[in-house]
């Protein structure tokens, strides 16, 4: 058995704890919470966990943990990571990875040296709608890629310690990376903040790949619906993913790009509203954070890299960065660190 | 009755025929197109227009002619408009208005000489949609405007003379621009060409007002369905404009931005689909154009401008370069002309 | 070319009048309404038919014209479909055919002595949708079929000659006798007539075939939104065709019935939202209406009967019948007539 | 401290268990089940409940438990409710309440003369959504109700005790029971069996009210989509209820019925979707499950009475076995007993 220590139990906390204690190899040995009601909250709902501190170092520090998973606001991840790598842990860290790539790559070095598991928790990579996307990537179904177009609108709330791009934009960013075989060149970002506290709350990404490949990502806290939306076109097939989609997730259209010649033809093309067959292919429905999980528990006992591991986190770190530095500059283009 | 000669009888050519004959003052007299297989079919639709050509100039330089509509693409926009002005012609010219603003700015301050009236067809700004939107900003129902964002997105079609941005973005620039209470101050345009002819067929626009109003725009020729989406967002409540629903075109959401403090309340809210009340209003049904037809007609008598005269044509034009020298430069933030 | 006269211009008419226009082989010489306002409709949009009649006996009594299209309430069909077929010419009837099994039967034993052709204006046959759903029927895509549900449903508008069985009901009837192998024995219907006039505004048929296929209609003139929605299921895939959707009419999905026999998969299954790929064909896009004026052509020149003709016509003609004595007996089985 | 036994942890058994422990004036003590796996999955989900039996027995006759939750096949419902009721304990029965409506009369009986509460988990009758429903009704704005007709259509899976009436009806039923004013005066049903096992998997429920109100239920086990959807219409307003739709369950319509006069109106209207205005009110989101139980404490305690109590149980199973009597008469009327 593996013994987990857990550090934030706020609003993703208790799905992490749940999976965790679910998974046949792992233990929920204890949970750390500053918020004395989120600690009474697990507490009910996991009666199963046997400590619960305030104090995160009673994690780090303890000889029985052999993993932490860390779910507290981004700016604490690297000291804590940090210090758990000092001590032997294994370590799973919300996403965004880190604040800093200097951080990610200090991370990555020293988990390196003394053999221990970074996991990133993109948990999106590990649902049924983007391993099926994947796999039509892979298959070479969709072609050559043409474009990625995500929007992630979320309902007008926001009290947060970092902008909408760092809070919202991992998950696409994640996805991105994964599903397309190039490595972005640069990135342009605009956005706005409105409440006068300097945290931009919309932003827009375009990440420049090659000539023929652009990403774009529109994030934004301040909608009246949620949206998550994702075009994934090709030169041979379209993908519509839609998140908020109970049941049809994932569309993927069968006809690219035509080149029409006739001016009647274009008409016709003109008054309709697609072209080609569509399917909707059944999805896998398990729940993505447990298979996370599974890599996870599979990567510490040495059979297999996670997909989403410490260079994947960085990875998103970079693109992020990035954005920043183009916002700052009114959406000039600014390169995009290697890995 | 005012007598309109129309050049250009396209995919849009036949809708303005239809409702120049339809209007009760004004006589279609003569269509010219290039095509002989268009007057063929001008012929067959609309029997009671007389005079078919394929020169534009018999149109252009007919005694019996009051009004020209312009239905061409729009690098001949200028040559014909302009000798049409010469000519003592009112105009009314299809969307964008021209290929350039010194074009733009020289046709009108011809027409204010001449005493002609100029409209540019941007048949949106006469939707029961769209005027509906108008209704609730200047209302102050919307409150302080937060931001326009505009999804227009079309079936992997493309063979046209000019970029995405010059074809699509003209309709969602009009629309913002006749919503919204500001001018624009820079624009930062993003997109790419994806098959050697230099023409973008995608492209993405931040036009920056104000520090706490953005504009952002999403053209594309290259995706699997249609999509027409329009996020009107503001301090009091937000808008979709969704023109793709047969029925509910628009959706107004009661609640806008909430300051959360409470952290349990901000993970109750995480899960939500949406806050507040929504409604969505029965729109005017009339037919955009014969809306605009009828204001065209009104200018011309003398009665009150057009929604969309030259000067709005212009300004739409002016946004439309400002991007297409951001994308020349990265994405950088170009500045607006003022009109 | 073949002479057509359009008996009745009202809400259907104009499309009528449309499509023989525009088919090759046509020639529409006269048009009658009582309605001198329709007639003077007629005359704006369709300069180019000669004829306007108030009166019907001038298209019906006219030696130039070839074929008679009758649009008017269905109380009139049998007389004036009669007495064309008198004068030798050959019909197209809008639906309902007749107001009577006995007046269908004299109409087609006329028309057969006399070598004259009735078509029947079931559009839908005609439409992309249909001819899809009917290839997967007769290919045994679906299977055996198990059952046809539909759901037509208009805006709180009626005043109507007769209820809303016989208004709506003969569209999906039509389908459903096209679609299905079957022939149907015998119909319970029940329903409600809200305004005192006697005449239901709500009613839902029972179609019962044999042991293992069910039909049910529910056709209603009081609801908020129009719904046009029919489920086609079968042992191998079942159907949905919405025909509110712009974009994806038909949607097929793959698996048809599950015997689960463990518990726990009942559970997994019972928070699913389907199961099985779905696909969603493109359909042809032709107007429904064009095709079936090429078909009554076709069958006047003696090609191929229509897919609609006089007796088809009848067929729902029996099961309406047989509806109207079922909601008059509170919704017992009534045996449908055999044709 | 209420302690409650819960008998029978099958699909919806965990739920039941989940809010009975997260009631804070109850405790769950026991849960009985057949199958030890089940048993075996609370063990692992609840650690908390202290006795798991394979026995219902040991929950009826234990001396420390208050109140019995029966969530077992409907054939067990009376033998087990009614020894719970002769040992002293509170009721809470799943739905349908009981097998036939002599069985509920038994029950109501001795619980009435024993002072125990009979509660029947009605749950959709606390969702948010049909309590904005029930107060749009009782406030008057719906006007008269016209008609109520609800579609409930599962994925392709059965393999039950009871036809689908049974299994699926009694939450329509429930619901429009509680919505409407007036008693049920018939039934007529029909519906089909397919797989030789006599038990009915679609059928369809026409309830007769008065002379100017009408319900029908549709239940199916065969769909390829789960359909929930409800037609509630009124003199004054229309509301739609999609329990699949995910921010806007409920659509209120402003306009009722129109009576239009003028043919040129009617064939405007023929084109629309809909009239007047739409708005979805925002609902309450707490679980329905949570408000249920809170009142069936609250009736322990002698507050107030669950708006599901065992009446409102008896009526719905009145409904049934008018439904069966018809069914087994091909679609008759079969006059629905009064309570």
Known sequence: MINIGIIGSGYWGPNLIRNFIA????????????????????????PSVKDLYVDANQIINSKSIDAVVIATPVSTHYDLANRALDNGKHLLVEKPFVASTSEGRALIEKAKKKKLVIGVDH?????????KMKQLVDSGDVGTPYYFDSVRVNLGL???????IWDLAPHDLSIM??????????????????????????????????DSLIGHIHVNWLAPVKVRRTLLSGSKRMIIYDDMEPSEKIKVYDRGVDFVKDREDIYDMLVQYRTGDMYAPKLDPTEALSKMVDEFVGAIE???????????GLKVVCLLEAAQKSLAGGGVAVEVETV
Do not use: C, W
């Open 23 to 46: 998974q046949d190899q792992t233990n929920v040995l204890a949970v750390a919470d500053l918020a004395p009601e989120r600690l009474t909250f697990v507490a009910k709902h996991f």
């Open 123 to 131: 948990t999106f990579l590990y649902t049924g709608a983007v391993e």
């Open 158 to 164: 926001f009290q947060h310690d970092v902008n909408v």
């Open 177 to 210: 990376q994964y599903l397309l075989p190039e490595s972005p060149a640069t990135v342009s970002a605009t956005g706005i903040s409105h409440f006068g506290n300097g945290l931009e709350n919309i932003a827009y990404l375009t990440v420049n790949y090659s």
């Open 302 to 312: 040495g059979n297999k890299a996670m997909r989403s591991d410490g260079v994947d």
